[in-house]
DNA sequence: TATGAATGAGCCTTCATTCAT
DNA sequence: AATGAATGAAGGCTCATTCAT
């Protein structure tokens, strides 16, 4: 093996030892030693690829914000139905937090970091997801899919996100038990005829 | 000013300040100096009513929240008709985090704190909001009220309150520019009639 | 004892400690723990009386050559004659780091350490001695007492402050056995009449 | 070139390179990374060269003084006059210095090292020049040149490096301002003839 | 021989908690 | 009851040194 294909490993090693126990611990209670031993590297090797210790977590975060936004963007963009594309999308945001778990709590932690501005927060992307949909929604609305009409593209958004997120925050809080899959015909339903039955 | 009556303003002196200072900085990033000075109390009386810093934390919180679900019942109780009753729990909702935006820091990281286990999120309320509004929507959803059919109150509950959050989070991050309160009419449009226009 | 006593107890024990920790190893070289055990507080006490370690570096220093100074003015104010008062100053300078040989090495290394200039020796006292003794010189060539002409009085002041160190040198490199004492009237006579004979 | 030759090029460099970084951060304060890169060799190069840390700065010192001593001797022995002698060593010396005044400080810090003993001070030369003074004054004073009879020859070399370190020590304290030339004459009056005017 | 990635001992500093006053 | 000085455990980070390539 090469020295640039050892030392990409090594990177690959941190980071994926990162995510695991930031995501058990938090950014705070994340000791490096942790890292290092989990990715069977020495302590100091880790100041090697990341600066510091914020460093290793923004990389985490945005590395995983990133791969959410093109597992989003690859899976929805297959479908031509802009409606259905986005029931593809929260079937690709939910395949990818299934994979790995740890990812939906930097998920969760990215949107309460951001509220807060601390230091470690300075992740440059802001409401990835939001911005993802937007094209799409956009797009219905213009088509003039959706109501109400005085409600904004961004209003939908929104709302899409809100859900998802609502039952994503469910199923993880539950983990195994609770059946995501099951629910995305609902969540759909849902969100494109409302709850109110008006005989 | 009696003894007792003294020492419950100290309790709501610090209690006041570590909303404060835990709302801006976070659990981890708080120096129980900084509450000290922000309550004007000495350190050390801190301790005397508090055990130690996890204690006031989940005092901090409890009591934000515990004071949430007091408003939004009060609020939505007065109301006959349980539909109207959720416009004004979300109205409810908005001026108590209106008033003091550090609640919803609070109340925020209360959900991303539950979602990973350590010490200090052993916050022993769960779910808070989700239990409030679950009698009201079960009730709808008895009465023949709401649809998809198949969908459970539950259900019901986390659509609404995901996208209830989702506007929280929208109008706090920027503060003062969003105008919430012009959104809820359509909240509760979409919520109500859903998105998708079927001529 | 009252609380301010103490206080005021524990900086003299830090500073006492720490000169004689700073002067054996140097400022890289000591360590924090050493200092604290030998002026026996915990090694977190000595934060609430320096902000760190440069600090507290920075205090020995400043206050050794304050104290050097005081000493020096205090013992050559007394004599009337200028000449006589630059062998008190001597005899002062001397005694000074006679009393503790530590006080000598803070002395040297802050020669070296304003000849580089380098973070910690951000002390703002700039060659001191030099300072002191110029007026008297200035004083004894403005008489005409001085010779030879072309020189400036700053001349002789680096050659009295040169030999002067040249000797205390000695004597600190054979601790003891070197008698600088005896050397005094012989600096005195070097000095003032030079070192070549003409018949 | 000659393999011998380029690896006592490579030490050159590295030796170089040293002077460089050291005299201008001090030991402590000198990373071998710095080194490793001002001297264009890898890290690990200059392992192959010296044992470690300390035996590389204690190769720069030695050679430094080394240097020092060589140019001493060659300028002020060609000279016959034991006092001419003397005003060609302060030339040899302030000239040495002034083509790299990175000796300097490395002479300077020379000084303040051998006075605490710490590991890197293991410098085998002890107090260079005096030694090198030392012949020549001890001849003038056989020859009884010089005054005063009670004063060894001891005396009349620390007095004349003292005053020489102090002119040195101004010099270098203001770069490029001072000029020390001009003082080689006062320097020598003030120490043959001293600083008293008897009329 | 040259390299620089890996290593981990070591240290400064912070801060929750204690406790004498 | 209130205070804040004292404490020391704990952790992020540095950097001299090693060693596989």
Known sequence: MSIVEKKEQHRRSILKAALFVFARHGFENTKLHQIAVKSKVGKGTIYNYF?????????VVSE??????????ARSDIVDNPLQSLTAAIIATFEFFEESPDRYVIYLRYFSDTATSSKKSKVPIVFLNLSIFEPKIRECKAKGFLKPPEAEAEDFVLSFLGIINSFLFRWFSSRKTYDF???????????S???????
Chains 1, 2, 3, 4 share one sequence.
């Not at 600066?51 to 990389?59: G, I, M, N, S, T």
């Not at 899959?181 to 969100?191: C, D, E, G, L, V």
């Not at 005829?193 to 005989?199: I, N, R, V």
Request: charged share 25%; hydrophobic share 45%; no cysteine.
């Open 51 to 59: 600066r510091d210790k914020v460093a290793l977590y923004q990389a």
């Open 64 to 73: 995983t914000m990133e791969q959410l936004f093109h597992v989003i963007v």
């Open 181 to 191: 899959r099951a629910k995305i015909p609902i969540i759909a339903k849902i969100f």
């Open 193 to 199: 005829h409302g709850t109110y039955k008006h005989d």
